[in-house]
């Protein structure tokens, strides 16, 4: 069965520093990686995908996330965070076989302190 | 470009009653997804609808959960009776579905949160 773990279920930093959210999957087939972000109050917003090819993929908002098969892993980072990127992450994943629908991780909740 | 819309934004009811929910994706996505997400998990894929087909309905609880997408447009869900354990955020997302349903980014409404007393 395919899963999705988000190691860390808070991350308190500081405005300025770096952040490293982190993501591991299981799957027995290959898989394509998400990750989304939710502001308070709204729906869950694309951030980046990894479909094929370059395994470090750039997002919105100076996100970028890097694929690691062997590690089954999927980490977002962020060189520098804001106020403004205080929000709830999802890491997710989805299948190229039939009837492997996306499966959402639990979350983890970034809180940017001034 | 407008979103995915939802209604109600907020509902509370008590056990036992039913409750529906309403989404209208964003024009010509083929793909519409009904998500719940409880309180401190992520979303939970209830059903998938391509144009007005199921494509997936097996995480559904089917004797108490209905959706239906009559004219591949619009979608309702409903809960007939609620529980308890129906408390959540009910999420509508689509999406465009023109390079293969896995790969698909999928765009989400704000949700509707359900309080089930």
């Known amino acids: 069965a395919q899963s999705v773990t988000q190691l860390d279920s808070q991350v308190p930093v500081f405005e300025e520093a770096p952040v490293e959210l982190r993501c591991n999957y299981s799957?027995?087939?290959?898989?394509?990686l998400f990750w989304y972000v939710q502001y308070p109050n709204q729906g869950l917003q694309l951030l980046l995908k990894?479909?094929?090819?370059?395994?470090l993929v750039k997002g919105i908002n100076g996100f970028e996330a890097e694929f690691n098969k062997s590690q089954t892993s999927f980490h977002l980072r962020k060189p520098s965070v804001h106020i403004s990127d205080t929000a709830e992450y999802f890491c997710?994943?989805?299948?190229?076989?039939?009837?492997?629908?996306?499966?959402f991780g639990a979350g983890t909740r970034l809180f940017v302190k001034a | 470009e407008a979103g995915v819309a939802q209604s109600p934004r907020y509902k509370i009811i008590e056990k036992r009653q039913s409750v529906a929910f309403w989404c209208n994706p964003i024009s010509g996505h083929a793909t519409l997804y009904w998500y719940q997400q409880i309180l401190g998990q992520g979303p939970k894929l209830l059903i998938q609808?391509?144009?007005?087909?199921?494509?997936?309905d097996s995480q559904l609880p089917k004797d108490r959960f209905s959706a239906e997408r009559l004219k591949g447009v619009d979608s309702t869900l409903k809960i007939q009776p609620a529980k308890l354990e129906d408390s959540a955020v009910y999420l509508c997302a689509s999406s465009l579905a023109s390079a293969g349903l896995n790969t698909d980014t999928q765009y989400f409404g704000p949700g509707t949160r359900l309080t089930v007393l």
């Open positions: 609808f391509q144009n007005n087909g199921v494509v997936d």
């Open positions: 997710a994943v989805s299948g190229d076989t039939g009837g492997f629908k996306t499966i």
């Open positions: 799957s027995s087939v290959s898989v394509y």
């Open positions: 990894y479909l094929s090819g370059s395994t």
